[in-house]
């Protein structure tokens, strides 16, 4: 069996990138990294995942802990932004040929979900980790935290993805990932959210937003499509309510004060049933 080391991007001060309605990077690469650690495991790998919660190792520490430990394989999980879309398997110059088939592996696995196929990169910025690591390492980028669409399928086909994943990492380190059923993500049933609602805003989107309000008791009145006082008020409130009980609506950059904005994390909380739904 491997010594598998998996290492989310980011954590702590470093976001990582910021994309659609505040969602972070680094809380993304957390999520998904950790979920195919469980699944190596499960499959009799001995993994280390590097960060379980929301702290910033330096890349430097990052190289040195997955040499000393002598891990067979390592995996970097990132999302990217710029305003691109599709996934991409990172290398550098001078990797070893299992670091290709293993980023190969996973690239399939990613295309196969529906991600649009950037391709395995020869990249040598950015990529101190992959360049400082003695064993096959390579870096995902699982589609733009900043395309909408590239959002929706990591939240909708989450759990093809890490399962897509895993079996890659597998077809290198050998064994089977176990029939484990992931939850579905709690977004699986949203509609697409195309932007950030905000004060001044018109549209179809607009008046979705407002029937979910006023299904979770916001009452913002008539859902007329028309983003005015009213509904920023429910939705300040409804916000608010959310970061009461500990819930992430994206609004951290804020201070995680409400900022009566909906975008896609309080889009998808407010597609949660309601009381009584
Ligand atoms: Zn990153």
Same mark, same amino acid.
């Given at each position: 069996m491997s010594k598998i080391y998996i290492n989310p991007g980011h954590g702590g001060a470093d976001s990582g990138a910021v994309g659609i309605g505040g969602r972070q990077e680094k809380d993304d690469a957390l999520r998904y990294a950790s979920v195919v650690a469980d699944k190596l495991k499960a499959a009799g790998h001995t993994v280390?995942?590097? +960060?379980? #919660?929301?702290y910033l190792i330096n890349v430097k520490d990052i190289a040195k802990n997955a040499n000393l430990w002598g891990a067979d394989l390592f995996i970097a999980f990132h999302r990217n932004a710029g305003g691109g879309d599709g996934a991409e398997c990172l290398i550098v110059t001078g990797a070893s040929a299992t670091s290709r088939e293993m980023a190969q592996a996973i690239q399939g696995a990613l295309v196969g979900v529906g991600f649009r196929d950037r391709g395995v990169k020869v990249q040598d910025r950015n990529t101190y980790v992959l360049s400082h690591t003695t064993m096959p390492a390579t870096t995902i980028e699982c589609g733009f935290v900043d395309n909408a669409g590239d959002n929706a399928l990591f939240d909708s086909k989450f759990n093809e993805i890490v399962q897509g994943i895993a079996a890659a990492i597998l077809s290198i380190a050998g064994g089977v990932v176990p029939n484990t059923v992931t939850p579905? *993500?709690? *977004? #699986?049933?949203v509609p697409e959210l195309n932007r950030v609602l905000k004060y001044g805003c018109k549209g179809g989107d607009v008046r979705m937003m407002q029937e979910r309000l006023n299904a979770h008791? #916001?009452?913002? =009145?008539? #859902? @007329?499509g028309e983003f005015g006082d009213k509904t920023r008020r429910g939705l300040h409130a409804f916000q608010q309510a959310r970061i009461h009980e500990? +819930? @992430?609506?994206?609004?951290r950059y804020n =201070?995680?004060?409400? @900022?009566g904005k909906c975008g896609e994390l309080t889009w998808t909380i407010l597609h949660e049933p309601a009381p009584g739904e």
């Open positions: 280390e995942l590097e +960060r379980n #919660a929301d579905p *993500s709690p *977004s #699986a049933n008791k #916001a009452n913002v =009145g008539k #859902a @007329d500990g +819930r @992430d609506v994206g609004c =201070g995680n004060k409400p @900022d």
